[in-house]
């Protein structure tokens, strides 16, 4: 729950950090504003996270720099799910060495989900010693502080573990985008599926107030943004904890009130709580997105227990039917793993089964990665990764076969757009309601416009479209 009375002192502590910092790094780096570089890996989480240092950053009079090289602070906001997002840091950090050793006055920092588990941030600590500063998830709010005292003692330093289950408001948010914003209104996650991670990078679920996030969507509309997608692990779940009474559903339907002309999406729904009461807000409520992403991980009973899903296969069909009777239009998107530790051809079967029903536009497909710590590392996984990918390409294809019948059934239909940006020389990238890119020909003044295309053409996924 928020604590109101214990954030204030400090964050007005990390303000005064942050105004010494203006002068200390202007002298630090030769009487020029310092540079900054924030590379984001993992899920919207850590982009809304990066939002906040970057806002930090600029705070204490840094100028953002895409050009790691030209970089005076670089920092690394890392993600833990899978094992193939980890070996990317690892390869990225070793890649800093030669660029230190050039800039002695460089620092290095690495945060985010990686640096909660304590073998990775010891062995990034031992292996790169040229890496300044280690923080966790839940100092992100100490960043001015963090950094005020590497550069005054010179000393490397590691700040992780702290999970005080607090959420403190009122940190400054440089957002990438000028049209689509991210707005965090939970974190954390308390459903621990068994091989998942998270829940032990970022801790107990905690929910905003309502009003705070009403406050940032309402400035967010009024600054101009036409997409705002509410952010949390687990959506469903939001207002637990809290003070005032009130439900996902019931916060959906507050930000949509908020007056003026923009989408409202939301990710990501647990089908365990998601509720017919949020499926009749989304039907009734033109503002919110047609699109619903809800990952169901396997079409196997025996494998959802394992997995620590808590609903079963009828349950899942059970909220996709609804919301396929009340939202016509809606188009379904999921993250599936393949190759559960103890998964058999029979169950992987099922996932198709279940994939072939529920008809999705898209999947996020994943083969099981083992994470240090978690239940489902220590099962027994007879299968090898070569017979987990072949299953893989089984289930992409199934996928394509249906996810191109679903674009060609757009074709000659009309849909309202937002135009998101350049895909190549004269051609754009809009995206419907439901999610689904569009490619139309049309100038870049378009972009961060509602525009109403009319779809001529599905060639190998990718469909075309006219502006009309
Ligand atoms: N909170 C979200 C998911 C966050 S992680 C939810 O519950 O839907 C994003 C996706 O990564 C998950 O949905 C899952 O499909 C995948 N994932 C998580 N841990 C994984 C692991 N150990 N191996 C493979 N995929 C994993
Ligand atoms: Fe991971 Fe499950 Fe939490 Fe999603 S709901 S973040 S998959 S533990
Ligand atoms: Fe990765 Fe952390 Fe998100 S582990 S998926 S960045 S919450």
Redesign the pocket.
């Known amino acids: 729950m928020t604590d109101v009375k214990t954030k204030a002192p400090l964050l007005k502590e990390q303000k005064e950090y942050t105004e010494l910092l203006k002068d200390i790094l202007y002298i630090r780096y030769n009487n020029r504003q310092p540079k900054a570089f924030v590379r984001t890996y993992g899920?919207q989480q850590n982009v809304a996270d990066s939002e906040k240092l970057k806002g930090m950053l600029e705070s204490m009079g840094c100028e953002l720099t895409e050009v790691k090289e030209e970089a005076d602070i670089i920092i690394f906001n890392t993600c833990a799910?899978?094992e193939h997002a980890e070996d990317r840091v690892f390869g990225n950090v070793g890649a800093l060495k030669a660029l230190k050793r050039q800039k002695p006055s460089l620092l290095i920092a690495l945060c985010g989900c990686m640096m909660e588990q304590e073998h990775i941030a010891e062995k990034i600590y031992k292996s790169f010693p040229y890496v300044g500063l280690v923080f966790g998830t839940h100092v992100i709010h100490r960043f001015p502080e963090l950094i005020y005292n590497a550069v005054t003692t010179g000393k490397r330093h590691i700040e992780r573990g702290y999970d005080d289950g607090k959420i403190y408001e009122g940190l400054p948010i440089h957002r990438d985008g000028s049209f689509k914003g991210w707005l965090p209104i939970m974190y954390g996650?308390d459903?621990f599926?068994t091989?998942?991670?998270?829940p032990h990078v970022r801790g107990r679920e905690r929910s905003r107030n309502s009003c705070e996030i009403i406050k940032e969507a309402e400035m967010m509309v009024q600054s101009g943004y036409k997409e705002i997608t509410l952010l949390g692990?687990?959506v469903n779940s939001y207002g637990k904890g809290l003070d005032e009474e009130i439900s996902f559903a019931m916060l959906l339907k507050k930000v949509s009130d908020i007056k003026g002309d923009f989408w409202l999406s939301f990710m990501?729904s647990?089908p365990k709580d998601a509720s017919r009461e949020l499926i009749d807000v989304i039907a009734e409520n033109p503002k919110i997105s047609r699109h619903l992403h809800l990952?169901f991980?396997c079409g196997s009973d025996r494998i959802l227990k394992l997995m620590n899903r808590r609903y079963t296969v009828e349950k899942y069909l059970d909220i996709v039917n609804y919301a396929k009777s009340r939202i016509p239009d809606v188009s379904l998107t999921s993250?599936?793993?393949v190759g559960f530790p103890g998964e058999t051809y029979e169950d992987f079967r099922q996932t198709l089964e279940l994939i072939k029903k529920v008809e999705f536009t898209s999947l996020?497909t994943?083969?099981?990665?083992?994470?240090v710590g978690?239940p489902a590392a220590k099962l027994d996984d007879p299968y090898t990764h070569e017979q987990k990918a072949e299953w893989m390409g089984e289930l992409l294809k199934t996928q394509e076969e249906i996810s191109a019948r679903r674009t060609a059934s757009m074709v000659g239909k009309n849909y309202r757009v937002l135009v998101e940006e350049q895909a190549r020389e004269g051609v754009l990238n809009a995206r419907t309601h439901g999610g689904v890119v569009v490619e139309v020909n049309a100038p870049s003044e378009l972009i961060g416009t509602f525009q109403n295309a009319e779809i001529t053409e599905a060639r190998n996924f990718i469909l075309r479209g006219r502006i009309v």
Do not use: G, L
């Open positions: 899920c799910v899978r996650c459903n599926c091989y998942c991670i998270v692990q687990n990501t647990h990952p991980q993250d599936v793993i996020f994943f083969i099981y990665s083992p994470r978690t």
